[in-house]
């Protein structure tokens, strides 16, 4: 009979415990991830004999992290191509600016798009040019442009930062 009694108790006090710690774990804790923002794709010439190509990138910004807050993580990437084909002799510069509309704040950061060589993907197709870097924009709407420095397309976005 004292089994059976002790049983029930301990049964109800493990369900009361673990009700109370999945409602803990879930009250106060706001979901960590993030947000991808495209940055529009840039015709631009590129330094090269017979090279154009494209600049576009990427606008991560982490939520509920507090060491990243007021960050952007910038990807920018660059396909470089003499005549329709990638070419590891064609080479762009291009230029992040930003601009925090909330606070005024303003920044850039410029990316060398250069190779001895391009890798090849899984098919044995090169892949695009990168640089990736990270600024501290401050939190709120940010302005972004991709400039290189060569003749080039406008590109640009606004994105949130948190």
Same mark, same amino acid.
């Given at each position: 009979m004292f089994? &059976?009694?002790?049983?029930?108790v301990?049964?109800? =006090?493990?369900?009361?415990?673990t009700?109370?710690a999945? /409602?803990?774990?879930?009250? $106060?804790?706001?979901? #960590?991830?993030?947000? @991808?923002?495209?940055?529009?794709q840039s015709s631009t010439? +590129?330094r090269?004999?017979?090279?154009a $190509?494209?600049?576009?990138g990427?606008?991560?910004?982490?939520?509920?992290?507090p060491?990243?807050? $007021?960050? +952007?993580?910038?990807t +920018?990437? $660059?396909?470089l191509?003499?005549l329709g084909i990638?070419?590891?002799w064609?080479?762009?510069?291009p230029? /992040?600016?930003w601009?925090?509309?909330t606070? =005024?704040?303003?920044?850039?950061q410029? /990316?060398?798009?250069?190779a001895?060589a391009? #890798?090849p993907?899984?098919? =044995?197709?090169?892949?695009? &040019?990168?640089?990736?870097?990270a600024?501290?924009?401050g939190?709120g709407?940010?302005?972004? =442009? #991709? @400039?290189? @420095?060569?003749?080039?397309s406008p590109? /640009?976005?606004? #994105?949130?930062?948190d």
């Amino acid at each position: 009979m004292f089994h &059976k009694r002790f049983r029930a108790v301990f049964t109800s =006090g493990a369900l009361a415990l673990t009700a109370l710690a999945a /409602v803990t774990a879930t009250a $106060g804790a706001a979901p #960590i991830g993030y947000t @991808d923002t495209p940055l529009p794709q840039s015709s631009t010439a +590129v330094r090269g004999f017979g090279c154009a $190509g494209e600049v576009w990138g990427n606008a991560r910004v982490w939520h509920n992290l507090p060491s990243e807050r $007021g960050k +952007v993580t910038f990807t +920018v990437l $660059g396909s470089l191509k003499f005549l329709g084909i990638q070419a590891p002799w064609c080479a762009v510069t291009p230029t /992040v600016h930003w601009r925090n509309l909330t606070t =005024g704040a303003t920044g850039s950061q410029t /990316v060398n798009l250069t190779a001895p060589a391009e #890798i090849p993907d899984f098919f =044995g197709m090169p892949t695009p &040019k990168r640089g990736e870097f990270a600024a501290h924009t401050g939190p709120g709407r940010v302005e972004v =442009g #991709i @400039d290189t @420095d060569m003749p080039h397309s406008p590109s /640009v976005t606004t #994105i949130t930062v948190d």
